[in-house]
Every structure is written in structure tokens, then in C-alpha cells.
């Protein structure tokens, strides 16, 4: 054959001690989101997992890798890294949700003015971001996502196939369900 | 009316071991690249349909993120659609891409024809990959439908595969 296909999975499994998680690990269901915070349809998809999780409950577990496509967003980089740094002082899901509401506000200051907020050590927390330390923990999630299939924001897996479907509220819900269904 | 039969059927490109169209197309104004001055390297061809349109782009910046792992492997990357030199200049420099973006203007589309990938009835490419090695074979090629970005993945395995069968 002159083309290849091949079938987009996560080629690297969720894993409690790496990943950021909401949900149970015993979850009839897995949803993996790899995003970008300044990318708009992320924005877009934000409250509609919001609405997901609140109507599967315990039965859905969430998991969000990175995945900022700097070509496009500059602030994109940054964002991440300060979602990392917050997970490292044990607020990885409040400052990803900061990041989603506040999609324009993404310049450094604003980064330290969530960290602020989020009662996080803001020493701590600048100096995570002016050296990087968390660059290397981004990467990996991007190319995690690369060779997984990744070819935009947000690219969703469910139970560890890629999603291609709509990520629209009933779409998403519905597909999470099946995949519910054949567990 | 036969009209429901028009389903998109993508092109058959040139098949791995086939031996690479030698092209040569400017990449800017005053400038030209050859294959033949890339022997030596693997080369990725990534033929698109057109500048500025949404899933081109997010493709072509998808690359540019990636370039650095393509680079582990001394490829170069060429993107390449029959846009003229200064609208891939213009795309270029608002999208941040940084590798040369091949211009299949005049005559119309001619590369493209001559790697089987050309959409008569648009008067663009189709979304197709090659990967080409260092003696200019073809090792991997690849056609998405239009509006499906391919992603990265299949070339990152091209690549790694050329590494693994290379000594032959």
C-alpha cells in the first residue's frame, strides 16, 4: 500500500501519579484532553466538560495534558507552565480553570495575579516560570499528544481512542456513554 | 441524476520505493529549492490545498512546533501548495513558520501533478505527505481527506522507520 493508516490512541496511559485527574480511577470512563489555555475552541469546550462532569458524576474520570501550539499563541507556553507550577504547590485544577476564564489575560503579570489569588507561594511560583522549570513536563505532554494523534486543540480521547466526533454538550456525552456502555 | 456520487476520492500518490520528481520551485523572491540540493537528507513534503485556510494553518503551525523533533532526524521540511511567493510570504510571516513554504504557481501545479496529489477540479493539491530519504526515494506517503489535518504522528514514524531499514 502507498498510504498507511493507523488508528489514533493514546500512546501513553493515563497514569495516576503523572497525570492531573478529576474523577475516581475505578470511572466507567476516561476523557483526555489535550489543550491548549489561549487556543478559543479550548475556551469553547471549557464548560462544556464542565457540564459533562456534572451530569456523568463519579462515573466519568477528566484528565487535561498539554498541549500549546506556541506558533500560534504566544502566551500559550507561559500558561502552561504556570498551570504546572500551581500543580506542584497542589492547585493544578483551580489555576486551570483561572486560565480558561480568563482565555485574554494570559501576560505574565496576570499569571502572578492568579497565582495571588490562589493563595499559591508566589516566590515559588515566579520563580518556576522565569527558569522554566516545568518546560520539560509540557514538552512531554505535547509530544505524548503528537504521537498520539494530536493534529489540533482541543483533540480528545475517550477511554484512549481518539474522539472525532463533535465535542458539542449531547455529542460528547453520547460518546462517553457508548464507550460507558461497552466496558 | 448521478449527482450523489460525488464522493471525494483522494488521490492514489506515488508509492514507498518509487523514485522522488526532482522539483525545483522558489521559496522566496530570488530564491529556489531543488531536490536534488537536498540530497543527502531525509526531505518531507507536505502538499496543501491553500494558504490561510483554517485547517492548513493549523496544520503548517502544528509543524512549526514540531520542527525541532523532525530535525533529530536531519529532515528538512518543505510545505507546498500553488499559492504565489508572496502570499506564502505573507502566511508565512503572520502564522510564524520558519521552514520554507514552496510556491507550485507557474506552471500551475506541476509538482504537485508530478506527485499525483494534484485536485483538477479545485486547482489545488490534496493534504498529502511524503517522506523521502536520503537518496531520494520515497519511503512514505500519505493522503488526507481535504479537511482532515493529518498531524504529525505518520511522519515521526516515517522518519524513525528510515533510521531502521537505512542500511541497506
Known sequence: MSTTDWEAVLSVPVTEDRDHIQGPADAAVTLVEYGDYECPYCGAAYPIIKEVQARMGERLRFVFRNFPITTSHAHAEQAAEAAEAAASQGRFWQMHDVLYENQRRLRDQDLRAYAEKLALDVELFDKDLAEHVHAARVHEDFMSGVRSGVNGTPTFYINGTRHDDSYEVEALLAALERAAASQ | ?168
Open chain 2, 1 to 168: 441524476m448521478n449527482q450523489v456520487e460525488t464522493v471525494d476520492h483522494l488521490a492514489t500518490p506515488l508509492p514507498a520505493g518509487a523514485k522522488a520528481p526532482d522539483f525545483e520551485l522558489p521559496s522566496t523572491p530570488g530564491q529556489t529549492v531543488s531536490l536534488a540540493e537536498l540530497r543527502g537528507q531525509p526531505v518531507i513534503l507536505a502538499f496543501y490545498p491553500a494558504d490561510w485556510s483554517p485547517v492548513c494553518s493549523d496544520q503548517m503551525a502544528l509543524y512549526q512546533e514540531v520542527l525541532p523533533e523532525f530535525q533529530k532526524f536531519n529532515a528538512e521540511l518543505l510545505g507546498i501548495s500553488v499559492d504565489g511567493i508572496w502570499c506564502h510570504l505573507a502566511f508565512a510571516r503572520d502564522r510564524n513558520l520558519r521552514f520554507d513554504l514552496l510556491a507550485d504557481f507557474e506552471p500551475k501545479g506541476e509538482m504537485a501533478r508530478a506527485y499525483r496529489v494534484y485536485r483538477a477540479n479545485d486547482g489545488t493539491s490534496e493534504r498529502a505527505l511524503y517522506v523521502i530519504d536520503a537518496e531520494g526515494i520515497v519511503r512514505w506517503s500519505y493522503v488526507s481527506p481535504v479537511d482532515v489535518n493529518p498531524g504529525a504522528d505518520g511522519i515521526l514514524r516515517a522518519l524513525e522507520n528510515l533510521g531502521k531499514e537505512g542500511a541497506s
